[in-house]
């Protein structure tokens, strides 16, 4: 009989770096937002405007630039199969937007451009291919949020009554697309950072309405909540630290365990420093969290309370395909890397 092979047993077995196996992405722009979709789908995106898709596991990755959107940094990228996929541009005022296609990157949509000179929209999530959240930088003293229900044709703001008031100097981080993420029954989360500490913004209707805890992660310009992933109604992970202070252990990892009521440090961190990305692999017999950063990954079996370093190859996000063990990392220099598979049990 063949087992199960957990990541815990495999990445071991393979060494360090070897747990990456690089693949050609024919660009050389930073790349910063991945969604797999299956273990042959997966799109990934980047700075001047580009995108890029493979539907053969990563053997051939096609690339291309948004028409109108040559200038603009698609932080984020949310894909449902390989003709679906939403961007996200970052950036103050209308360099802000989400593009949406539906033909596989032939064409695009422009769905949203922010009117809003103060705002610069940092990430968005999805709960299904039709309703979708994303936040903004504070305006007004508060986070903007926007909404979708029709699958973009409209993005309407939630009303500002429903957001607590901001901290001093607070924002969101755009470095991998994955500070906010979305759960079943209308969840949503979402992490910050500043001067005054980093909290989580949480919301159990999609969005309308939230509350606010704080963290344990130490405050900063800098500094705070990058990336936020939830296992379930209750378990959650934060990943983040100081971007200018890359091999800075400290404030890199915390857990919750009541829905992000509260929030701790994990009891045995990530050694490699400033965290950008986490994401969930789902085996059969396990479910393991990557984390990587600039200079190196590290992976969890226990829900981010304990972490092991998985090599010193940086990447900015990654992505896992949903119930499956096949994703990617991507990075500088239009890197793309997928991640190691674990092969399903059988008799």
Same mark, same amino acid.
């Given at each position: 009989?063949?087992?199960?092979?957990t990541l815990?047993?495999?990445?071991p077995?393979?060494?360090a770096?070897?747990?990456w196996?690089p693949?050609?992405s024919?660009v050389?722009?930073?790349?910063?937002?991945v969604?797999a979709v299956s273990?042959?789908v997966a799109?990934?995106? $980047?700075?001047?405007?580009?995108?890029l =898709? #493979?539907? !053969? @596991? %990563? +053997? *051939? /990755?096609?690339?291309g630039?948004?028409?109108?959107?040559?200038?603009?940094?698609?932080?984020?990228?949310d894909a449902?199969?390989?003709?679906t996929a939403?961007?996200?541009?970052?950036g103050?005022?209308?360099?802000s937007?989400?593009?949406k296609?539906t033909?596989?990157?032939?064409?695009w949509?422009?769905q949203?451009?922010?009117?809003r000179?103060e705002a610069?929209?940092?990430?968005m999530?999805?709960?299904?291919?039709?309703?979708?959240?994303a936040?903004s930088?504070p305006? $007004?003293g508060r986070?903007?949020?926007i =909404? #979708?229900v !029709? @699958? %973009? +044709? *409209? /993005?309407?703001e939630?009303?500002a009554?429903g957001?607590p008031p901001a901290l001093?100097g607070?924002?969101?981080?755009a470095?991998?697309?994955?500070c906010?993420t979305?759960?079943p029954g209308?969840?949503a989360w979402?992490?910050t950072?500043?001067?005054?500490?980093a909290?989580v913004?949480s919301?159990?209707?999609?969005?309308?309405?939230w509350?606010?805890?704080?963290?344990p992660?130490?405050g900063?310009?800098?500094?705070g909540?990058?990336?936020?992933l939830?296992l379930?109604?209750?378990?959650?992970v934060?990943?983040g630290?100081?971007?200018?202070k890359?091999?800075?252990?400290r404030d890199?990892?915390?857990?919750?365990s009541?829905g992000g009521r509260t929030w701790?440090?994990?009891?045995?961190?990530?050694?490699g420093g400033?965290r950008s990305?986490?994401?969930?692999?789902?085996?059969?017999?396990?479910?393991?969290l990557?984390a990587?950063?600039?200079?190196?990954a590290?992976?969890?079996?226990?829900?981010g309370d304990?972490?092991?370093?998985?090599?010193?190859e940086?990447?900015h996000s990654?992505?896992?395909?949903?119930?499956?063990?096949?994703?990617?990392?991507v990075?500088?220099?239009?890197?793309?890397a997928?991640g190691?598979?674990?092969?399903?049990a059988?008799?």
């Amino acid at each position: 009989m063949l087992k199960t092979i957990t990541l815990a047993l495999l990445f071991p077995l393979l060494g360090a770096d070897a747990a990456w196996a690089p693949q050609s992405s024919g660009v050389s722009v930073r790349l910063r937002g991945v969604s797999a979709v299956s273990g042959s789908v997966a799109w990934a995106s $980047g700075e001047r405007g580009t995108f890029l =898709r #493979t539907v !053969d @596991g %990563g +053997r *051939t /990755w096609q690339s291309g630039v948004v028409p109108g959107a040559e200038e603009l940094d698609f932080r984020d990228v949310d894909a449902f199969d390989a003709e679906t996929a939403y961007l996200l541009a970052i950036g103050p005022g209308d360099k802000s937007r989400i593009y949406k296609t539906t033909d596989g990157g032939r064409r695009w949509e422009l769905q949203f451009t922010n009117n809003r000179p103060e705002a610069f929209f940092d990430s968005m999530a999805f709960w299904d291919r039709d309703r979708g959240v994303a936040v903004s930088d504070p305006v $007004g003293g508060r986070f903007l949020v926007i =909404r #979708t229900v !029709d @699958g %973009g +044709r *409209t /993005w309407k703001e939630t009303a500002a009554a429903g957001m607590p008031p901001a901290l001093e100097g607070e924002g969101a981080f755009a470095a991998s697309g994955t500070c906010i993420t979305v759960g079943p029954g209308g969840r949503a989360w979402f992490g910050t950072g500043g001067p005054g500490g980093a909290r989580v913004f949480s919301s159990t209707d999609g969005g309308l309405n939230w509350r606010v805890s704080r963290t344990p992660f130490a405050g900063g310009k800098a500094a705070g909540v990058f990336s936020i992933l939830f296992l379930d109604a209750r378990r959650g992970v934060l990943v983040g630290g100081d971007y200018t202070k890359e091999a800075e252990a400290r404030d890199n990892v915390a857990v919750t365990s009541d829905g992000g009521r509260t929030w701790r440090r994990a009891r045995v961190r990530p050694p490699g420093g400033y965290r950008s990305c986490v994401a969930r692999i789902d085996a059969k017999r396990a479910t393991v969290l990557v984390a990587v950063g600039p200079n190196g990954a590290d992976y969890s079996t226990d829900a981010g309370d304990t972490w092991r370093a998985l090599g010193s190859e940086g990447f900015h996000s990654l992505s896992f395909a949903r119930g499956q063990a096949a994703g990617w990392a991507v990075g500088e220099r239009g890197r793309v890397a997928r991640g190691p598979e674990i092969p399903p049990a059988s008799r």
